[in-house]
């Protein structure tokens, strides 16, 4: 009778900790410059995944767990001939935007989020060379964040 009480509450324990595992997010940074390289440097507090030079068209995709308390967060070094900058790719209040695959992709205006509804695309300026001739300078790649995070709270998700 123990034995069969301590299974249970172990079970319990299990499929707890199971809904409170995170789905793994899958996240892409694709060049569409339309010719020159893009040279990208991503990484977490945890994670550097190093520096990749992508030519037009190609892209660097990765995969990881969000963990439990909601903290985690990538930043990606961004840079072409005319413009750069610090970009986050990717916090916990992205979710309602792209819960599973978040794809960003880099053109000659700057990075763009796509969002899982079609259509839906949120940009950011280029922060470096190009950007300050224009007067856009956004400092930290927290342009793009507010416009996310504004999105969201004016928009209705399921």
């Given at each position: 009778?123990?034995?069969f009480i301590i299974l249970t509450v172990l079970f319990?324990?299990?499929c707890t900790m199971n809904e409170a595992i995170?789905?793994?997010t899958f996240l892409r940074v694709q060049n569409q410059l339309g010719g020159?390289?893009?040279t990208i440097h991503c990484s977490s507090s945890e994670d550097d995944l190093g520096i990749h030079v992508l030519v037009n068209d190609m892209y660097f995709d990765w995969h990881f767990r969000p963990n439990v308390w909601g903290s985690t967060k990538f930043k990606c070094d961004l840079q072409w001939e005319h413009g750069s900058g610090t970009y986050t790719v990717y916090k916990n209040d992205y979710v309602q935007l792209c819960p599973v695959h978040c794809y960003w992709y880099v053109k000659p205006e700057g990075p763009c989020l796509q969002s899982d509804e079609p259509d839906r695309q949120f940009c950011s300026p280029w922060q470096g060379s190009e950007a300050k001739r224009f007067g856009e300078l956004d400092s930290?790649?927290?342009m793009v964040e507010e416009t996310i995070v504004q999105d969201i709270r004016n928009s209705h998700f399921p």
């Open positions: 009778m123990k034995f319990g324990v299990f995170p789905v793994k020159p390289n893009l930290g790649g927290d």
